[in-house]
């Protein structure tokens, strides 16, 4: 598991603010299957480069103008499962066990 703050602000005024907090995990609940998943939230005073002027729903959702927001925050959850052999390093190097990881 781990945990973070971060912060940060323009040295010119200090009320142009960004303060996120972040975590995730990972947990193996058996050999080669794992668990994890994270999350941020940030808040958000420090966007100077959003027009001004109203915003057509289609320009917004198709990310060619952006809204002015006081908040920020994603979460995903995923699992993975490895297969292969303990021995695969010494029959043949370049198969190091294969990987298939599925996220949310």
């Known amino acids: 598991m781990n945990f973070g703050i971060f912060y940060s602000n323009y040295l010119s005024d200090f009320k142009k603010k960004n303060i996120s907090f972040t975590g995730s995990f990972s947990w193996r609940i058996f050999k080669g299957f794992n668990v ?4 941020n939230y940030s808040i958000v005073r420090d966007q ?3 027009s001004k002027g109203e915003a057509s729903s289609t320009d917004v959702l ?3 103008r952006a809204l002015l927001s006081g908040y920020d925050y994603f ?3 995923g699992f993975s499962y490895r ?6 390093n010494a029959v ?9 990881s599925l996220n949310f």
């Not at 994890?36 to 999350?39: F, L, S, Y």
């Not at 297969?83 to 695969?88: A, L």
């Open 75 to 77: 979460f995903g959850v």
């Open 48 to 50: 100077i480069n959003i």
């Open 36 to 39: 994890g998943g994270g999350g």
């Open 83 to 88: 297969i292969g052999s303990i021995f695969n």
């Open 62 to 64: 198709t990310r060619r």
């Open 92 to 100: 043949f190097p370049a198969m190091r066990g294969m990987n298939f």
